[in-house]
């Protein structure tokens, strides 16, 4: 473990046996729950504003909720998608932000009339809104996807600054790229979630190459 800075990604303590999961458990040197306690107080502090603490609390029961027990073990019940409409309500939103990729186009409209389904009001951002040229960016012809066309460079600014406007309780993003989604975090005001990432490759599911990195994806590994 590193001395400097937390390392739990390669904690190598079995995880029912780990400092942060029991109380006598183990810790390897410069596990965090040991040596950063003043900043764990810190943190907990944080929780004396109510809104945080709320939030902390619901969105705990929410995950409790996210299983039943059968014969001892924890059995998944629920989808992403009805847990963030659940959360929602436990927390008393009506209105809520959906800023999706153009790509997802159809998903996007599905998860709308989801949500509106179940009487939230929804207001939704696609990633093309504005109509900005790539070429705002800097971006010369060789830089697009089709050179020699117009393409509208994805915009999660404005994403963000929509529905900031429309004063959305919570937003949720589908599908944005890599990099737009940190500047929509950034810019958007209200608390967001993430209901699915964009990997063009992989059917949205990035998690696949992980799972392959030592077998049929161990060349990306290799530079």
């Known amino acids: ?15 029912s046996e780990r400092s942060c999961e029991a109380p006598l458990g183990l810790a390897p040197a410069g596990c965090p729950t040991e040596i950063y306690q003043e900043l764990n107080q810190k943190a907990l502090s944080l929780l004396a504003e ?4 709320e939030f902390a609390r619901q969105a705990a029961c929410q995950e409790k909720e996210g299983y039943r027990l059968e014969e001892g ?3 998944p019940i629920k989808p992403r998608l009805l847990e963030i409409a659940e959360f929602a309500g436990r927390m008393g939103y ?43 960016l800097g971006l010369d012809d060789g830089d697009k996807l089709h050179p020699g ?4 460079m ?33 810019h958007g005001q ?28 161990r060349c990306l590994s290799h530079r």
Do not use: W
């Not at 109510?50 to 603490?53: A, D, E, S, V, W």
């Not at 963000?160 to 004063?167: R, T, V």
């Not at 209200?190 to 994806?217: E, F, I, W």
């Open 1 to 15: 473990m590193n001395q400097e800075n937390c390392d739990c990604a390669r904690c190598p303590i079995p995880r």
């Open 50 to 53: 109510p809104l945080c603490r």
């Open 73 to 75: 073990h924890t059995v």
């Open 94 to 136: 009506r209105k809520l932000g959906l800023a999706f990729c153009s790509g997802l186009y159809r998903e996007g409209k599905k998860v709308a009339e989801f949500l509106v389904g179940r009487d939230f009001e929804v207001v939704s951002a696609c990633c093309k809104v504005g109509r900005t040229p790539k070429e705002e």
């Open 149 to 152: 066309r117009f393409e509208p």
């Open 154 to 186: 994805c915009n999660p600014l404005l994403q963000a600054l929509l529905l900031n406007e429309a004063k959305t309780e919570f937003n949720i993003l589908l599908g944005l790229c890599v990099g737009h989604d940190s500047l929509f975090f950034r």
């Open 190 to 217: 209200a608390p967001c979630t993430v209901l699915a990432v964009k990997d063009r490759l992989l059917g949205h599911n990035p998690l696949a190459a992980v799972y392959q990195l030592d077998s049929y994806y």
